[in-house]
């Protein structure tokens, strides 16, 4: 429910009770500020630009062999064009969804761009160093236009080309992406590119992690204290009434850190040795639950269900317990948490 809702339901039950004056009510709603959603028609503008740039695209590949170099160029600059101009005349109109929308696709042709002209005037060169040019330049996009889509591209044309590049493995350029896109979400205060900015921090920091010559797991239990510490700093900053942003930040980076303490125990294999790792990750998961449960966090409650559960069955692993026990055991605690849960609601209700 959203938080102006729940203000509305509030202010009637307490005015009611006599707490708030009935003619303070709409004085009091009218100061709660509600961050901008994404309606049906926005959504429509999304999904109409996306298919007016692949129906170009389509048209273009189906007519390119027999159009002149020149002609194909020029097409592709106009393409490009077009959609930048079109995203400066809806920002000019107040208008951020659709600039949003043809900023985002702007950077996508611009990234197509680069592979036709490349194939136009036969220039040689890594597709990786395409892939992060391409990038870089959605990030300016991205920048100029206020575009978090155009970001959620940047982010993701960087780590594929990273990926590729081979720099030891490492995704050290997807991690500075990262970092710089979690800054972008805190001053933009998008939820959307703070979503993407963890995945990317998660992603890249995992590869890396694995692929360092010296033994992984004293460095997943570095990045596991990290990922707590932003997770700790994330959810005062929420709870202090700073950006809702943070919410989702606090969120993710509890599941960040419980998957780099659950990395931290799988060098070696699995084994009854393991099993002080697995009640540790058991205790973690079970702390989290109830911090979810306290703050009212869905994402972190989430997150700790998740990984308490898989914690029992990397328990089940560990001691070679056989599959049709495993499924017995899991079918019990299942009943157990109904009848727990049954039993909850009834002392609720009484």
Request: proline share 2%; charged share 15%; hydrophobic share 65%.
């Amino acid at each position: 429910m959203a938080y102006r809702k729940r203000l509305e339901r509030d202010l009637d039950r307490w005015i009611a009770a006599g707490h708030v004056p009935a003619d303070r009510r709409a004085d009091m709603l009218a100061m709660v500020e509600e961050p901008r959603r994404l309606d049906a028609a926005a959504a429509l503008a999304w999904i109409a630009a996306v298919m007016f740039g692949v129906a170009v695209i389509s048209f273009v590949a189906a007519n390119w062999d027999g159009m002149p170099r020149l002609f194909r160029f020029i097409m592709v600059l106009a393409l490009f064009a077009a959609c930048v101009g079109g995203a400066a005349w809806t920002a000019q109109r107040d208008r951020p969804g659709a600039s949003n929308a043809l900023t985002t696709l702007a950077a996508l042709v611009f990234a197509a761009a680069v592979g036709l002209v490349g194939q136009i005037f036969d220039i040689a060169g890594k597709p990786a160093h395409a892939l992060i040019g391409s990038g870089v330049a959605a990030a300016m996009l991205a920048l100029a236009g206020r575009s978090t889509g155009a970001a959620l591209a940047s982010l993701v044309l960087i780590a594929c080309g990273d990926a590729q590049l081979g720099l030891d493995g490492k995704l050290v350029i997807t991690l500075f992406a990262g970092l710089l896109a979690a800054v972008a979400a805190w001053s933009w205060k998008s939820a959307a590119l703070a979503h993407g900015a963890s995945l990317a921090l998660f992603f890249a920091g995992a590869w890396t992690i694995a692929s360092l010559d010296a033994g992984s797991t004293g460095w997943f239990l570095v990045a596991t204290v990290i990922a707590a510490g932003v997770a700790a700093a994330a959810r005062w900053l929420w709870r202090s009434g700073d950006a809702d942003v943070f919410a989702v930040f606090y969120g993710w980076f509890i599941w960040i850190a419980l998957a780099f303490l659950v990395c931290a125990g799988f060098e070696g294999g699995v084994g009854a040795d393991k099993i002080p790792h697995r009640l540790a990750w058991l205790a973690a998961a079970g702390g989290v639950v109830t911090l979810g449960r306290h703050d009212r966090h869905a994402l972190v409650t989430a997150g700790g269900v998740v990984f308490f559960i898989a914690a029992i069955a990397a328990i089940l692993v560990d001691l070679g317990v056989d599959l049709m026990t495993a499924a017995l055991l899991f079918g019990l605690c299942a009943l157990l948490a109904l009848a727990g849960g049954y039993i909850l609601r009834r002392r609720a209700k009484a």
